[in-house]
């Protein structure tokens, strides 16, 4: 069954107002592929990823300790179905269409961590999305004790060695010595750093109307994050659109309870009807 952009913007805009940390990532993060690829049946995808799941629950069949979990996951993810990180071609916007990840096999840290959380969560693991500077890892929890992985390579168990190493190569300086590393990542915050991936590339190819549709689908899964709905209008009237800028921002304006928030947009919006006159 094929969806239309008007169905996925529904289904997309339902998942935002939802109240939860905890989403079908797997699922949402088709429909993001699936807003670039229309002509693709999410069904198939979905297929793949019950595949990955039933794998996994036969592989993990007594699988009692945190080690060996890691293990599994690494050798069905990887090693079954062959997934790796993409390092030959990292910046192909494929790479963060799960859709694309799928199909090729291949992705970012953040694509095929998506697959992994969505894979483990399917046995009923506590797994989410690590936000650490420069990488993106994984968080596998078991019994008040936990691995932190990378999931761009193979899924292996990342030490404290390898976040300074990680740290050094992204800021160029040693990693403080009480740095917090783990920062967990709301399900809505992986899916937005999937897209944003997508949206850094769009920008730097001077591509602002691609920018601009990239923007739209975070602004679904987020509607009131203020960051990037500034973005996105300030986007839309740089490219002529002022109306649908101005207008996304009073909808903001009627919607949102956050006075402080609701200051900003309005000061924005000031801003875009001065031009627009």
């Given at each position: ?36 690829l ?8 979905h ?28 050798n ?8 790796h990180?993409d390092?030959?071609?990292?910046y ?12 090729r ?14 894979a ?14 420069g ?39 040693t990693?403080p ?101």
């Amino acid at each position: 069954m094929s969806f239309t952009k008007s169905d996925i913007f529904k289904k997309l805009e339902i998942i935002g107002v939802q109240d939860n940390k905890e989403l079908d990532i797997g699922y949402t993060a088709l429909l993001l592929a699936n807003l670039d690829l229309p002509d693709k049946s999410p069904s198939n995808y979905h297929d793949v990823l019950a595949s990955i799941g039933s794998d996994l629950a036969i592989a993990s069949s007594g699988v009692e300790n945190l080690s060996d979990q890691v293990a599994v996951l690494s050798n069905i993810l990887y090693e079954k179905h062959g997934f790796h990180g993409d390092k030959e071609t990292y910046y192909d916007p494929k790479n963060a269409n799960l859709m694309s990840v799928i199909d090729r096999r291949k992705g970012l840290p953040v694509a095929l961590g998506i697959i992994a959380i969505h894979a483990g969560r399917s046995q009923g693991w506590e797994i989410s999305g690590v936000n650490f500077p420069g990488h993106f890892l994984l968080r596998l929890e078991k019994l008040g004790d936990y691995a932190l992985i990378d999931p761009f390579e193979k899924g292996r168990i990342v030490d404290e060695e390898d976040l300074r190493k990680i740290f050094f190569r992204t800021h160029g300086q040693t990693m403080p010595e009480h740095f917090n590393v783990i920062q967990l990542l709301s399900d809505r915050n992986v899916l937005v750093r999937l897209q944003n991936n997508i949206k850094i590339q769009a920008l730097g190819a001077g591509n602002k109307e691609r920018a601009i549709e990239i923007l739209q689908s975070i602004n679904l899964i987020t509607p009131f994050n203020l960051e990037f709905l500034s973005e996105l209008a300030v986007l839309e009237a740089s490219r002529g659109h002022i109306n649908s800028a101005v207008g996304r921002l009073e909808r903001f304006i009627e919607l949102n309870p956050n006075k402080r928030d609701v200051s900003k947009i309005k000061d924005l919006k000031e801003k875009l009807n001065r031009n627009l006159n």
